[in-house]
């Protein structure tokens, strides 16, 4: 008798997989002030750091497309948790090995990132092709892990700083390359299927030619850069313009940002089968635009990090949502599907969080100002949901009624 698969191994090693995105997306904005002061960095110059990260995450995106299917889904798995780790290494040694620290900074950034990438694009995929039941929630869930892992990240980096000072920062990075490391042997051993099978899949023109697709595309943009935004300058904006301690801001604004995030998604995972995921996304975008307005406009600096903080909780279910959504409206489009919309939300939070570092640059480093200009993203996610339920009624009214027989 055959041996069954243990599909939870698999699930436990997406759920590390994302804790690593987190490490690699959420330590170095920790630092964008150490940079700034020890290596006399400008904000202008910081900015390009979430940028190349984002960039980078964007053309793996695109690649992974093409070679994904041809490499094997737990080839590249495992090499986005090798490169991962050596990212991280290599951030704690550039940048005083080269002649310039910043450009050390950078090349580690694109190592990471591309682990990251791929990281973004394949376990969305892995878990869909599992064989577990509610789908959207597994799927809410697992997106959860970003949020502990950014959470883990924030208390833990917090607490080193508080102990050792950031001087220190270099051993930290260290540390946090662990994690991939020891998820590498995971992957290796855990099953992992495929999503579509070859015959079944959908031409990358046939999806580039569905209008649902677009819009999807469009939603996943608005939600990387509404979630992006605020998870990269929240540290900085905590420090820079409201006037708070590097520890308390850091605890009060990104740390309960993640946590109001991952319970957000935990939350859903629970009650998925019992909420339509469009009208919570709806209120979520909301609720993300007051968020914006409450950090950028409010001269009262609690109230604007009680902003920071409750956005983690209407960003939540933005980017696992639209890939529900997808997979729900287009079950056929594959590995190319989930890695363009990988795409699209690495494209929002390259283009809003950089915009907002030049924003803020141009007006003498006023960070709220750029977290102003940034509210137009959650803006145009609530009219493409609104268009969404529209099309949705439009496609249940056009139904042809069955046709009654005459007595």
């Not at 869909?128 to 959860?144: I, Q, R, T």
């Not at 998820?183 to 579509?196: A, D, G, K």
């Not at 209008?211 to 905590?238: D, R, Y």
């Not at 803020?360 to 609530?382: E, Q, Y």
Request: with cysteine; glycine share 8%; aromatic share 10%.
């Amino acid at each position: 008798m055959a041996k069954a698969k243990n599909y939870k191994k698999t699930l436990i090693a997406c759920y590390l997989g994302f804790i690593t995105q987190a490490i690699t997306a959420n330590f170095t904005p920790l630092l964008f002030l150490t940079f700034k002061s020890t290596y006399a960095i400008s904000l202008e110059m910081i900015a390009i750091i979430p940028m190349v990260f984002y960039l980078t995450q964007l053309l793996v995106d695109l690649i992974a497309t093409k070679f994904v299917d041809v490499i094997g889904y737990r080839t590249c798995v495992v090499v986005s948790q090798i490169v991962s780790a050596g990212g991280l290494v290599l951030m704690a040694f550039l940048p005083e090995i080269l002649p310039n620290a910043f450009v050390g900074i950078l090349i580690s950034v694109v190592l990471y990132a591309i682990g990251s990438g791929l990281v973004e694009v394949l376990l969305s995929p892995i878990v869909e092709a599992c064989p577990f039941e509610n789908k959207a929630g597994v799927m809410s869930v697992l997106h959860s892990f970003y949020c502990w892992g950014a959470v883990g990240v924030i208390l833990g980096s917090t607490l080193f700083f508080a102990v050792f000072g950031t001087a220190y920062w270099k051993i930290l990075t260290l540390i946090w390359a662990v994690v991939p490391l020891i998820n590498t042997f995971n992957f290796i051993s855990c099953p992992i299927e495929r999503l579509v099978d070859d015959g079944e899949k959908m031409r990358i023109g046939q999806l580039l030619r569905l209008p649902l697709f677009w819009l999807m595309t469009i939603l996943m943009i608005c939600a990387g850069a509404s979630e992006t935004t605020m998870t990269q300058w929240t540290s900085a904006f905590a420090e820079a313009a409201l006037g708070i301690s590097k520890v308390i801001g850091d605890l009060a604004g990104p740390c309960l940002f993640a946590v109001f995030m991952g319970v957000a998604r935990v939350f859903y995972g629970k009650f998925s089968e019992r909420l339509d995921l469009t009208k919570v996304m709806l209120g979520c975008g909301v609720l993300c635009v007051v968020c914006y307005l409450l950090a950028s406009l409010s001269p009262i600096s609690i109230i604007g990090l009680i902003g920071c903080a409750i956005c983690g909780l209407a960003v939540g279910i933005m980017w696992p949502g639209t890939i529900c959504i997808s997979s729900q409206k287009c079950p056929k489009g594959g590995t190319a599907m989930f890695a363009f919309l990988a795409l699209a939300g690495d494209l929002g939070a390259t283009i809003s969080p950089t915009m907002v570092g030049a924003i803020a640059d141009a007006v003498g480093g006023n960070l709220k100002t750029g977290l102003l200009f940034a509210t137009i993203f959650p803006i145009i996610l609530i009219l493409g949901l609104i268009l969404l339920v529209c099309k949705s009624k439009k496609s249940k009214t056009n139904k042809p009624l069955k046709p009654t027989l005459k007595p």
